[in-house]
């Protein structure tokens, strides 16, 4: 079992920095897949960012260049820096973590945390 709960969010201005934070609970934490989703109003929940636990990185188109995730194994957590923020960067995201391996794919995500809302005024 894997309990995460995420942190960071907020509202910013257009331009502007957040730096999300997922704290994960278990030992095992070093071994699953982590992902970013998004989910804005009226709209599915998509993939923004993920990290395999061999330190691989992934990122929709979108936010190549202005996010980075990343994560740190001794303290449980993974990250996500976003820069260069846009209103349409704008929703509620989520942590997430998998077992299975490389996979964009939020139903093949087990965990989830219960989202931080990130809104970017113009």
């Known amino acids: 079992q894997v309990q995460l709960v995420e942190s960071g969010g907020g509202l910013v201005q257009a331009g502007g920095s957040l730096r999300l934070s997922c704290a994960a609970s278990?030992?095992?934490?070093?071994?699953?897949?982590m992902g970013w989703f998004r989910q804005a109003p009226g709209q599915e929940r998509r993939f923004v960012a993920g990290?395999?636990?061999?330190?691989?990185?992934s990122y929709v188109d979108s936010v190549k260049g202005r996010f980075t995730i990343s994560r740190d194994n001794a303290k449980n957590t993974v990250y996500l820096q976003m820069n260069s923020l846009k209103p349409e960067d704008t929703a509620v995201y989520y942590c997430?973590?998998?077992?299975?391996?490389?996979?964009?794919?939020?139903?093949?995500?087990?965990?989830w945390g219960q989202g931080t809302q990130v809104t970017v005024s113009s």
């Open positions: 997430a973590a998998t077992a299975v391996g490389i996979t964009t794919s939020p139903h093949l995500y087990r965990y």
């Open positions: 278990g030992r095992t934490f070093s071994s699953y897949t």
């Open positions: 990290i395999w636990n061999g330190g691989t990185e």
